[in-house]
């Protein structure tokens, strides 16, 4: 008898171990984080860099997800180039793809060059190959040539991510040079045309192509009259294709971010006024960091999505569309 009670306890006891008792368990399970307090907010201080700016001299540095990015397999041995890569919203996905296990190819300009190193050690870190690109995306030459070497050197590409992108805030039209407009036009709009011309007879069925629209494609800001027609471009050519390449098993999407912390925003995206409350009209209050949307870009390239294509999907803190 006294035997068989000092069993049950002991299989009590077990089972206590095993299943902790239910208030404790979902106090240390739960890991909710608060978007309002996740990450900074305005005020920022006004800070200017020349045109394309160094993610790693904003203050404060943008969270890429350099510490935080937790990858699980999902795109193992999957080949993604990532134009702008270097910094923002292209190198939290460059990083987000190398955990995940895929190799990853970046470009950027020359002058981004000391962002651009500290993303290569990242991926290469994840013991995935890294390949870097530098060159300026408005030269079609230079658009083939950089998808030539993305496909020899990572051995192949079945994930294209056209980032890259120039944004300049102008009060008025008057003040938009044609040189000015051609910038915004080459780089958003000509440089994904020719970079998936390039790509596209590498890409096999099952293969992803992302493309970088905005809220500014459907409620244009006052100031970027130039570059939210090339937003509103990108959704298009995304819809479009989508249509287009469905039948060849190719996916084409697009991320329509809101305010994201980037060094876009303070190379000239936005005027100093703006930029010391960037974010403040979410309903999260703040604005977005990179790292808040790559986990977008690893479901838009993961074979999990299969049946997501011409989608847009939006990143704005509670505000814009879609
Ligand atoms: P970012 O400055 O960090 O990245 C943009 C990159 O574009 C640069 O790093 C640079 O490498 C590249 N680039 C620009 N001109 C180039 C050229 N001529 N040749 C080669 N590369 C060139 O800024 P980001 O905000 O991460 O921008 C990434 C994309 O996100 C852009 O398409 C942008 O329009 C879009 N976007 C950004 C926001 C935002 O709030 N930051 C919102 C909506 C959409
Ligand atoms: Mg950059």
Redesign the pocket.
């Known amino acids: 008898m006294e035997e068989q009670i000092s069993r049950r306890e002991a299989i009590e006891k077990l089972t206590q171990m095993i299943t902790p008792d239910e208030n404790s368990s979902s106090e240390n399970q739960t890991n909710l984080e608060d978007p309002t307090t996740k990450h900074p907010k305005p005020p920022f201080n006004k800070q200017f860099q020349p045109f394309?700016?160094l993610?790693s001299k904003m203050e404060p540095v943008p969270d890429h997800g350099e510490e935080s990015y937790v990858g699980s397999g999902r795109l193992k041995g999957r080949k993604a180039l990532v134009?702008?890569?270097?910094?923002?919203?292209?190198?939290a996905a460059a990083i987000a793809f190398a955990r995940e296990g895929a190799d990853v190819a970046i470009?950027?300009?020359p002058d981004?060059e000391e962002?651009a190193r500290q993303v290569i050690e990242l991926i290469e870190r994840e013991g995935r190959i890294a390949v870097a690109i530098p060159?300026?995306?408005?030269d079609e030459e230079f658009c083939k040539r950089l998808v030539s070497e993305a496909v020899s050197r990572l051995g192949g590409i079945d994930i294209l991510v056209n980032?890259?992108?120039?944004?300049k805030s102008n009060e008025s039209i008057l003040d938009i040079s044609t040189e000015a407009f051609d910038?915004t036009m080459?780089?958003?709009i000509y440089?994904p045309f020719w970079i998936t011309k390039a790509a596209l007879p590498h890409l096999k069925p099952g293969s992803s192509i992302i493309g970088?629209?905005?809220?500014?494609a459907y409620d244009p800001s006052k100031d970027l009259y130039d570059?939210a027609q090339t937003?509103a471009a990108t959704t298009s050519y995304v819809k479009s294709l989508a249509k287009q390449l469905g039948p060849k098993g190719i996916r084409v999407n697009g991320v329509?971010?809101?305010?994201?912390?980037?060094?876009?925003?303070v190379?000239g995206?936005q005027t100093q006024e703006n930029l010391v409350k960037f974010g403040d009209d979410t309903p999260l209050g703040r604005?977005?960091q990179?790292a808040e949307l790559a986990s977008i870009f690893v479901q838009l390239a993961d074979n999990n999505a299969s049946f997501a294509t011409g989608q847009i999907y939006g990143s704005a803190g509670g505000n814009g569309q879609p």
């Open positions: 394309p700016g993610a134009t702008g890569g270097d910094s923002g919203i292209g190198r470009n950027y300009l981004e962002d060159g300026d995306i408005r980032n890259a992108g120039h944004q910038r080459k780089t958003n440089a970088l629209s905005s809220v500014q570059y937003k329509a971010p809101g305010p994201v912390w980037t060094a876009l925003e190379s995206g604005p977005g990179p």
